[in-house]
């Protein structure tokens, strides 16, 4: 799974994550490989995701690729640049600005800094924000310009997108599948990660869509309408931001998910190809 939340422990609703039947019948890598107080990062994915690549090719089959991170899939096919590691403290100050000015401001910053990668952030996304400023500030020299220096994947992959044509259906199924989350007990299954104590909101795993918003709530920031609201825009937001991502890849062969011959066109495009090193869907 090309998934920056699923490969949490105790993150199973929120992320959609597939039940113990799926996943004997359909065997799934790099899924609750972390626990949630650990960090997870698009090197790491890359690093796991390339081993399961080899094991699995070397086996015989072609792997599939499924999720929507796109920025774990744009690591991995196209290589990550030699950036510093994080540096813990100056983390932590950035966050402190961050919650004390607003990111805004601190977007505002980065653009000063690097327009290119600002240019590509939301004012409102703290972590990669974070993560550009901190680069520049170990480095001096803007993240944009270090990202060209990479090294792509050696296998090929076959892209393939789904999603729905239509911008009002994609905002109707995003409430019901967050309605459907609510319904099986993703309030609870938020409270259970606060009631750990270990955990706060800047880690890398509570800041997943939905995530953050129920924690504010379970913390008795916020009532449950609030959280359900702020959880709703910020998944149209990321939705936005994934399909902005999809439309600027290359070679991508795009499905309608809306339309109930899906399956049936993917296997038909799909027997027409060959030699494929590895799928994304």
Known sequence: RVDSSIVYRGMDIGTAKPGPDVLAAVPHRLIDIRDPAQAY??????????????????EGRVPLLVGGTMLYFRALERGLAPLPKADPALRAKLDERGAREGWPVLHAELAEADPDAAAKIHPNDPQRIQRALEVYALTGEPISRLQQLTAHAPVSFLKLAYAP???????????????????????????????????????PSMRSVGYRQLWDHVAGQISLEEAIEN??????????????????????????????????????????????GAALC
């Open 41 to 58: 990062s698009a090197g790491a994915f890359r690093r796991d995701a390339l081993a399961a690549i080899n094991e699995i090719v070397g």
């Open 165 to 203: 044509a239509d911008r009002a259906d994609l905002h109707t199924r995003i409430g019901q599948r967050f309605e459907a989350m609510l319904t099986e007990g993703f309030v609870d299954e938020v409270r259970g990660l606060y009631d750990r104590g270990d955990l706060n909101p800047r880690l």
């Open 231 to 276: 959880a709703l825009v910020a998944t149209r937001r990321l939705a936005k931001r994934q399909m902005t991502w999809l439309r600027s890849e290359r070679d991508l062969v795009w499905f309608d998910s809306a339309n109930t011959r899906i399956s049936g066109q993917t296997f038909d495009f799909l027997r027409t190809k060959g030699g494929i």
